[in-house]
């Protein structure tokens, strides 16, 4: 039996190429597929996020359009004659509950021999409370001093100081006290009683 090979042109295994080309193609086409679904979920993204982009913008123009007509709409005059209206009713109450007796009896029990006090005028201040300001006439500096000791030791007074000093022409020093008023601070003393046989 004869086993040579008696074609003219040699034999040659194509199986191996066609297995390549194969798994070449198989490549080809599941690259393909995978480009293709990036694609498409990214034009799905892409839509999703201009959709809620001009949802959003939409919802922005309609605040934005419904805080211009509430800024139309508020009186800024009424606002602020109500605001000054409220102060006002504030500060009547600070007065109201201002008590003078309190004042009057704090005052007499620590005001010395040859101090007078001429004029009181209590304020009240938004931050200090009410500042009090006693205009008051006394032989010398010391007397003043005794009496500022005297009222800052109750410990309803607080920041006491002398605003302004001055002779006056019948010799008694003329003074202004300047301080904070606290009365909730400190418990009212009694005033003195007067000795017996003394001038009322």
Known sequence: MIRGNLATRPFYDERPARIAIALLAAIVVAATLFNL????????SDSALATAAARDEAQAAELTATANQLRAGVNVEAIQAAVARARLANDLIDRRTFSWTELFNRLEATLPPDVRIMAIRPQVDRERGTVLSINLTARSVEDVDTFMEALDATGAFANLLPR????????????????????SDAPVSAPPAPAPGADR
Request: no cysteine; net charge negative.
């Open 37 to 44: 679904t990036e694609a498409f979920g990214a034009a799905r």
């Open 164 to 183: 302004s000093e001055q002779v006056g022409e019948d010799g008694l020093l003329q003074a202004t006290l300047e301080g904070v008023y606290r009365p």
